[in-house]
């Protein structure tokens, strides 16, 4: 399509629209049905993204049969590189249906770039450097989905999915319809790198393996060297520069210093094989991003891997996603006898992320501690109060708590009660139990003003060493300062922590890399020996009581009073002393009328005088 007319005297635009590009005046003016109906990715991804230096139309087609697989993108700040990669992914939507082309885009330049495109019906997964974590999971989902269409394309006997569309299109009634093209498009790459040192292996493979797999790589940084591996520039045939700093980099990436002397204008680049370029620029991406959405609602689009971790979950959404994930009768849930050798029954406390699935959090019948930032109190005690119970109720322990008021508990105290010092002297006495800290930090402070600090430490230390022994399962909230399970003396199986910034993590002994963008419900899962995971669980203690506290029911169970219950048994009992931490009424040895209050040299006394008379 020649736009120009006379090449002689044809000369490149300072500026060129996109829509010019499709001889449209406005969005309306745009056939986007018409293009998705002769579309067949089988044979080209080819998109327009300006005009060459002869007036005609710029085309890059990352399709193997052409240019591709994929393709590498330079220029300095300023010229007009992410705003090429915005022109050519829109180009591509426009050219190809969402069963045809999708997209996952990485952008590491603060998310600016790509947030224009989240809402195209081929956007699979946008992603950027405010949520590493989340691109992890993403690098883990290509690889994921490389071994899947390795394996689909096994089972149909075919070579490459070039070969599964064509043989579809042949017998479309006995051959199952082919994947989309995947473009993976990064925006600054050398970042994406730098902080995912891991994902050069995935995207080495996908380089490799995309001509075959129908995954194509599109990659924008201001310097390929040291970012680009030779692997990865061996399979990136599509070279495309705009103004670069220095001779250097543009003979980085085209051969040839071309690049380094473009005019300052935005949008300028050359082609390597073509030549110098006027790339067009669309400064309202949302239209056609509307327009897009409207005739393929994003709804239809098959998602590539598991939907996102929800934000909140209830006990019962738990318990109707345990049942299926682990083939459970429906009277299993809550807690459920593996036949382990504690014979401790599995216990779900939420929701694990998974790439093609995600998977119930199993409780490992180890203690659980709980870390948030300070301004997040409240939360952590939540936590601790509904995951305690949790446990309660499903082994059916007693629980304890130093902390909020808990419903089902059979000991409830304030960190300040003079119990919770005898409670946490003598509970590994009387284990097995479940105990609740909701709010550690205050409890060791007012344990260190009644005991001074060294006791209370001494205290603190005793409990996290006996409880695994007594069987006694800690349930402990801390919030303020992060620490690394190490500080714990190990006594935490299971660490939910919600670090919201890669201070937060590098001090809870996280790698920047595993941060995530937390929804109200979430928490980084920590275990020892297995990555870091987003996990959801439950915020509010499952409906009904952990163990009923009726007298009848609690008659024979260990527990310290709190200081208003022990007033109340003062008041109310018939014993005349009520004695120890637990408020037992007094029970007579022998037959002698007789209360002594002093030493046991004063009891003596007085038993020998009751003797003589």
Request: with cysteine.
């Amino acid at each position: 399509l020649d736009l120009g007319g006379d090449e002689a005297a044809f000369e490149l635009p300072a500026s060129l629209g996109f829509l010019e590009t499709f001889r449209a005046g406005s969005v309306a003016d745009l056939d986007v049905e018409g293009l998705w109906a002769q579309a067949d990715s089988s044979r080209s991804l080819a998109a327009p993204i300006g005009l060459d230096s002869r007036g005609a139309l710029a085309v890059l087609d990352p399709h193997e049969a052409f240019d591709g697989p994929h393709g590498l993108v330079a220029g300095t700040t300023g010229s007009g590189k992410s705003e090429l990669l915005v022109t050519w992914i829109l180009s591509t939507a426009m050219h190809f249906p969402p069963e045809q082309a999708a997209f996952v885009l990485i952008d590491y330049k603060g998310g600016s770039t790509f947030a224009r495109l989240a809402h195209l019906p081929h956007t699979q997964a946008l992603l950027s450097d405010l949520d590493a974590g989340a691109t992890s999971r993403a690098l883990e989902g290509i690889s994921s989905l490389l071994r899947r269409r390795e394996a689909e394309l096994a089972e149909l006997g075919l070579p490459d999915l070039a070969a599964w569309e064509r043989a579809h299109d042949l017998e479309p009634d006995s051959v199952p319809p082919p994947p989309p093209r995947l473009v993976v498009a990064i925006d600054e790459f050398r970042v994406l790198a730098d902080t995912h040192p891991g994902a050069m292996d995935v995207l080495m493979r996908l380089a490799a393996q995309g001509r075959s797999l129908g995954l194509h790589l599109i990659a924008a940084t201001q310097r390929p060297s040291g970012a680009i591996n030779a692997t990865m520039r061996a399979n990136m045939d599509i070279r495309l520069a705009l103004r670069c700093v220095s001779g250097a980099d543009s003979t980085d990436i085209l051969g040839d210093a071309r690049a380094s002397s473009l005019p300052r204008v935005p949008g300028r680049a050359v082609l390597a094989d073509v030549g110098e370029l006027q790339l067009s620029y669309m400064p309202d991406v949302a239209s056609v991003v509307a327009d897009c959405a409207r005739r393929w609602p994003v709804s239809s689009a098959e998602p590539l891997w598991a939907p996102a971790l929800p934000a909140s979950l209830s006990w019962s959404d738990i318990d109707e996603a345990v049942v299926p994930a682990l083939g459970l009768p429906t009277s299993s849930v809550g807690g459920v006898d593996l036949g382990n050798r504690e014979r401790r029954p599995a216990v779900a406390l939420g929701m694990i992320e998974g790439i093609e699935a995600h998977a119930p959090l199993l409780w490992d019948g180890g203690s659980i501690q709980i870390q948030t930032s300070a301004h997040e109190a409240t939360q952590a005690a939540r936590w601790a109060r509904s995951i305690a119970t949790r446990i309660a109720r499903a082994t059916g322990l007693p629980l304890h708590v130093i902390g909020e008021a808990t419903p089902g508990a059979l000991t409830m105290l304030s960190p300040r009660d003079v119990g919770a010092i005898d409670l946490l002297e003598n509970v590994c006495e009387h284990g097995p139990a479940v105990l609740a800290l909701t709010d550690v930090p205050a409890l060791r402070s007012a344990l260190a003003q009644s005991l001074s600090l060294p006791k209370a430490e001494e205290l603190w230390s005793s409990l996290l060493a006996r409880a695994t022994r007594a069987g006694v399962i800690i349930v402990a909230a801390f919030s303020g300062r992060f620490s690394s399970s190490s500080s714990a003396m190990g006594a935490f199986s299971m660490r939910i922590v919600r670090a919201r910034d890669v201070d937060e993590a590098l001090h809870a002994g996280i790698l920047p890399s595993e941060v995530r963008a937390l929804e109200d419900g979430q928490a980084l899962l920590a275990r020892p020996g297995k990555p870091t995971a987003l996990a959801c669980v439950p915020l509010d203690p499952p409906p009904g009581a952990a163990l009923p506290r009726r007298e009848e029911d609690t008659k024979g169970l260990w527990q310290i009073p709190s200081c208003d219950e022990a007033a109340a048994l003062v008041s109310n009992g018939s014993s005349p002393a009520l004695i120890g931490p637990e408020l037992t009424p007094v029970r007579w040895e022998q037959d002698i009328p007789w209360v002594v209050i002093g030493t046991q040299s004063d009891a003596d006394i007085l038993a020998e005088l009751h003797d003589v008379a």
